[in-house]
């Protein structure tokens, strides 16, 4: 089926959207721009939107990951929970909304939070929650998530952050690095989770620059395919080598891909998700149930995950 600039429309449970990567449209796809550019820059982050999670007014270090006006994703170890495993909703969590450069969109009041059913956060597995808010835009705007990482020439890995402007916090520019190097062998080693999930992981030892020793690794990744990227992955969690993110010897940064659970977000927000493809044949997991597989063993350092802003994360139980 045809719709629009929309490549086809996958008829698995509510509905994913894919946009191709060629299709001729007076509506770019996410990140779209001229294709005489030969290598895309890391600057075109700044032709994306993007939002980070506050909690009680406060910011926090974790990055939501846009699939419109009304909903997105974030790291579950980004939220606090009651006793029955629900979303903790008296901790006033907002969304904070830019335009991929300095301009905010706002500040917005989140509905719901609700975490994926099989979270687990001793291991951090399945490490997302689905945000609902609304912006009040006067009409839709999507934002398309990556999903097909055989698409991708290169990733993104991206920092979004805020000072403490008044009366409102203002962005910072957004901070964003190529992907160096594979270590992959190295990440599996550190983490059984990993290993045991390859296809729902990237993994980076790359940090942000900052004034400060410690370490902050960057909160989210996006899938580039030139002259195009969006968001494809969000910072999950980190096996430190050493004796925290202020002092040690190798870290490795865990990514969650959001592939695997746009089926599972599309039915918690009975919306539309907006896939980013290029390969026109690419057919994207649509088991709603999905979840990764349960590791055995436990990681070799020690882990971290959830809001770093602090600069002080508490350790995961499988540390």
Request: hydrophobic content about 35%; proline content about 5%.
């Amino acid at each position: 089926m045809k719709v629009a600039n929309y490549l086809s429309l996958l008829a698995t449970g509510l509905s994913l959207f894919v946009a191709n990567a060629m299709a001729e449209t007076d509506e770019p796809a996410a990140g779209q721009q001229s294709r005489l550019l030969k290598r895309l820059e890391t600057s075109a982050i700044t032709k994306q939107k993007g939002a980070i999670l506050f909690a009680n007014g406060k910011p926090t270090s974790c990055e939501v990951a846009l699939n419109s006006n009304l909903m997105g994703y974030v790291a579950a170890n980004c939220l606090s929970y009651m006793p029955d495993g629900s979303a903790d909703m008296s901790k006033k969590y907002q969304v904070m909304v830019s335009d991929g450069t300095t301009t905010s969109l706002g500040m917005f009041d989140v509905s719901s939070a609700t975490p994926h059913f099989k979270y687990d956060p001793a291991t951090f597995a399945n490490n997302l929650a689905f945000l609902k808010f609304n912006t009040g835009a006067t009409r839709l705007w999507k934002n398309y998530i990556g999903a097909n990482r055989a698409d991708w020439t290169s990733k993104f890995f991206v920092s979004r952050g805020v000072n403490n402007g008044s009366p409102m916090p203002a962005w910072n520019p957004a901070q964003a690095v190529v992907e160096s190097g594979d270590i992959t062998a190295q990440c599996a080693s550190a983490s059984p989770l990993f290993a045991s999930n390859t296809n729902d992981f990237v993994c980076t030892s790359q940090v942000v620059t900052t004034s400060s020793a410690c370490a902050l690794p960057y909160s989210s990744m996006y899938g580039v395919r030139d002259p195009d990227l969006a968001v494809a992955a969000l910072y999950s969690h980190s096996v430190i080598i050493g004796d925290g993110l202020c002092k040690y010897t190798q870290i490795y940064n865990y990514y969650t891909l959001l592939s695997s659970y746009l089926e599972w977000g599309g039915n918690v927000a009975k919306a539309t998700i907006y896939l980013y493809v290029a390969d026109g044949k690419y057919v994207n997991n649509n088991n709603p149930n999905y979840s990764m597989v349960t590791p055995s063993g436990k990681p070799t350092g020690l882990v971290v995950g959830g809001d770093l802003s602090g600069n002080s994360p508490k350790p995961s139980p499988s540390s």
